[in-house]
């Protein structure tokens, strides 16, 4: 109980309803080892007010947590870019949470394509602004 001087504690928060990050993408996986849902790959484009936000790294977390494959990035016109692959209900989910975004974001649109899978494999990675 004893405290470096300018030094303070505080336990992290979770918000209720969310998982810890260890146990979404056990799941994830535990999902694409059984088959779960056909491979799908979305490409979409996010307008409003989602630059300076951190939709970006959110985006990434949200994405990884559900096992998904591909990227995000800033467009300069003030769009997010992002393309996903993986389970179709994780992508379907992932695309549910787009429309909303983090806390600080005001998403207008979130315009949705679907795409032929290309397989790609190596996580959800943020990319240079395009």
Same mark, same amino acid.
């Given at each position: &109980?004893?405290? #470096?001087?300018?030094?303070?504690?505080? #336990? /992290?928060? =979770?918000?209720?309803?969310? &998982? *810890?990050?260890? %146990?979404?993408?056990? +799941?994830?996986s535990d999902a694409q080892e059984a088959g779960a849902g056909d491979v799908a790959?979305?490409? #979409?484009?996010?307008? $409003? &007010?989602?630059?300076g936000v951190f939709y970006r790294k959110n985006t990434v977390i949200q994405a990884? !947590?559900? $096992?998904? #494959?591909? =990227?995000?990035?800033?467009?300069? !016109?003030? *769009?997010?870019?992002?393309?996903? %692959?993986? /389970?179709?209900?994780?992508?379907?989910?992932?695309?549910? =949470?787009?429309?909303?975004? /983090?806390? &600080?974001?005001?998403?207008?649109?979130? +315009?949705?394509? =679907? %795409?032929?899978? %290309?397989?790609?494999? $190596? $996580?959800?990675?943020?990319l240079k602004d395009g």
């Amino acid at each position: &109980k004893h405290r #470096a001087p300018g030094r303070s504690w505080s #336990a /992290p928060t =979770w918000r209720p309803g969310r &998982k *810890r990050r260890a %146990e979404a993408m056990a +799941e994830a996986s535990d999902a694409q080892e059984a088959g779960a849902g056909d491979v799908a790959r979305a490409h #979409a484009f996010v307008s $409003g &007010k989602v630059q300076g936000v951190f939709y970006r790294k959110n985006t990434v977390i949200q994405a990884s !947590e559900r $096992g998904l #494959a591909g =990227w995000v990035r800033n467009l300069r !016109e003030g *769009r997010v870019e992002l393309a996903a %692959e993986g /389970p179709r209900a994780q992508v379907e989910d992932l695309l549910r =949470w787009c429309r909303t975004g /983090p806390r &600080k974001a005001q998403v207008d649109d979130v +315009e949705v394509s =679907w %795409e032929t899978p %290309e397989g790609v494999s $190596g $996580g959800f990675r943020q990319l240079k602004d395009g």
